[in-house]
């Protein structure tokens, strides 16, 4: 199920409404099967996947607590088995086409598996907890309906935020009770992250896709146009999507991590990347940055696990040349970054003048860099950067674009802004009802731009679904 | 555009606005204000649909809309009240 689905509409009323009612001690059964079955609605047999990655892991790392000597070995049972599952649904034809690229001949012919929704997300999850759980970390969780919720929690389950065992299960455990700031804090994440998706990511995605449907009919001023809006699109898709799985996981009485923090105002790549899908790259830097030596062998080595963790994170994202190369050109752009921050760091410039400089050049590289993302082969990435730098047209055809659609594209990175401010409905506020008016009125704007999207065939998945 | 070529379509809408700015600064009467003015505001765009306007223009009249309350929603915070 997605969020933006209308049975999603009828799913979470009667979820929430029923888990108010139900005593504490049935909840995290109703979440369980609220889970499975949200996850489910999209394809039965993805239940399948979860399920046995969830038994394995569990297993595994009850082992690992009662025959500490072998504790190795359930380690590598549990990485085998999850990675195995995410290495055959997600790169075994990618890997497959290299080495018939590479012109050895096996014969190959494409499986074209479906890839399970979320699979990246909760495999990371399970990994985190066994190798915790390998570490000493945190302790194995015994009650497998427990764990089985903490693996498949509904709000987070299909694009995350990674959580860690010690954050989110302690939680699912406690007796929770619905309050008027809990519900404010929720209404406002889910509120906002319906604006990000419905009036800004998925009206500037109409713009991109044409742009990047046939690249060379366009200019290169169209294309970087169309390349930075692109920031703006999955910015706001991504972001969107959190805050809906916060907004929702609050009204649970659950907090879940924060992915997002401004991350288009870091004024260095180092800060970008702690601001941008903030769980990914803690477990990025945990397991493998860190394991690998971090910074702590010498400059050659810390270069070297920088582009490691990055190519890893580009693969992550899918299994395609753009994706690795979008995660090296990371890699290399945040090396240059260290090797020029000395110099830099002597210029004598005002801290805020800097920071202003630092925040512009960020978003102009991490936007550049969106066009390797976004771009659907190796031959798209070649038109994107020849027309951008070397055939740079100032053309700009509007034909495609209606007025109201360029006003609302402007209000809405307007409302982007402000949002942030957004005020909450909480307990002892006096302007509580005038705030009511105010939500009512966005999710009137949002409903508006919600039928406007299904009655024009329009963006409306999660783009980080597809990983 | 349909919306602005039919000034009657924004009397509910000014009135909507003009209520939950008013009332906002009245607490007694903020929720009955408030309530008045959204409903109002509802008007307008049952109305817009029937003259035959789109969604994208009663959503770019709205986002204006929410604009000009922020912007009083600001003043009013700055006043304190």
Redesign the interface.
């Known amino acids: 199920m997605n969020f933006t689905s209308l049975p999603f509409f009828v799913f979470l009323p009667v979820v929430l409404l029923l888990h108010y009612l139900l005593p504490h001690r049935y909840r995290y059964l109703l979440l369980l099967v609220a889970s499975y079955f949200f996850y489910a609605y999209l394809n039965p047999w993805l239940l399948a996947l979860i399920v046995s990655t969830t038994l394995l892991t569990y297993l595994c790392a009850l082992g690992m607590e009662k025959y500490p000597k072998k504790r190795v070995l359930f380690l590598i049972i549990s990485i085998i088995f999850t990675l195995g599952l995410l290495f055959v649904f997600k790169y075994l034809d990618f890997t497959l086409s290299l080495f018939v690229h590479a012109g050895l001949s096996i014969s190959f012919y494409p499986l074209n598996l479906i890839l399970p929704v979320g699979i990246s997300f909760y495999t990371f999850q399970t990994l985190a907890y066994v190798i915790d759980v390998y570490k000493g970390k945190t302790k194995a969780e015994h009650h497998i309906l427990y764990y089985a919720l903490f693996i498949s929690f509904f709000p987070q389950l299909v694009a995350g935020p990674i959580e860690k065992k010690d954050n989110l299960l302690p939680q699912l455990r406690a007796e929770r009770n619905m309050d008027l700031d809990k519900f404010g804090e929720g209404l406002r994440y889910f509120v906002i992250g319906f604006v990000k998706k419905v009036i800004i990511a998925d009206f500037l995605a109409v713009y991109v896709n044409q742009v990047y449907a046939d690249l060379s009919l366009f200019s290169g001023f169209e294309i970087l146009l169309s390349t930075f809006s692109f920031g703006i699109v999955i910015y706001c898709d991504f972001s969107g999507y959190c805050d809906i799985a916060l907004g929702i996981a609050k009204w649970l009485g659950v907090d879940l991590s924060k992915n997002f923090d401004r991350p288009y105002l870091s004024s260095s790549l180092k800060e970008f990347w702690n601001r941008w899908h903030i769980t990914l790259n803690d477990f990025f830097t945990e397991y493998i940055y860190i394991p690998l030596g971090g910074s702590k062998k010498g400059r050659v080595r810390k270069y070297l696990n920088i582009l490691i963790v990055f190519f890893i994170s580009g693969l992550w994202h899918g299994a395609s040349l753009h994706f690795i190369l979008w995660g090296l050109a990371h890699g290399l752009l945040l090396i240059i970054e260290d090797l020029l921050y000395a110099p830099i760091s002597k210029i004598k410039l005002e801290d805020g003048a800097k920071r202003v400089i630092g925040i512009v050049v960020t978003y102009i590289l991490v936007n550049l860099a969106w066009g390797l993302f976004r771009a659907q082969s190796l031959n798209d990435i070649a038109i994107i950067y020849s027309k951008i730098f070397a055939s740079f047209i100032p053309a700009f055809d509007l034909s495609f674009f209606t007025p109201e659609a360029i006003i609302i594209a402007i209000l809405g990175i307007a409302l982007l802004i402000y949002l942030p401010y957004l005020p909450k409905i909480k307990r002892g506020e006096k302007q509580n009802y005038a705030y009511i008016s105010m939500y009512a009125l966005l999710i009137l704007i949002v409903g508006l731009g919600y039928f406007n999207n299904m009655t024009s065939g329009g963006e409306s998945s999660f783009i980080y679904f597809q990983f | 555009?349909i919306v602005f070529a039919q000034p009657i379509l924004f009397l509910p809408l000014c009135l909507g606005l003009l209520l939950?700015v008013v009332?906002?600064f009245i607490?007694r009467l903020?929720?009955l204000g408030?309530?008045l003015?959204?409903a109002s505001?509802?008007t307008y765009?049952v109305l817009s649909f029937l003259f035959g306007a789109?969604?994208?223009?009663?959503?770019?009249v709205?986002?204006?809309?929410?604009?000009i309350?922020?912007l009083f929603?600001a003043v009013r915070r700055r006043l304190g009240k």
């Not at chain 2, 789109?54 to 770019?60: D, F, T």
């Not at chain 2, 709205?62 to 604009?67: D, G, Q, R, V």
């Open positions: 555009m939950m009332f906002s607490h903020c929720l408030n309530l003015g959204i505001i509802a765009v789109n969604y994208l223009e009663i959503i770019l709205l986002l204006i809309t929410l604009a309350y922020f929603d």
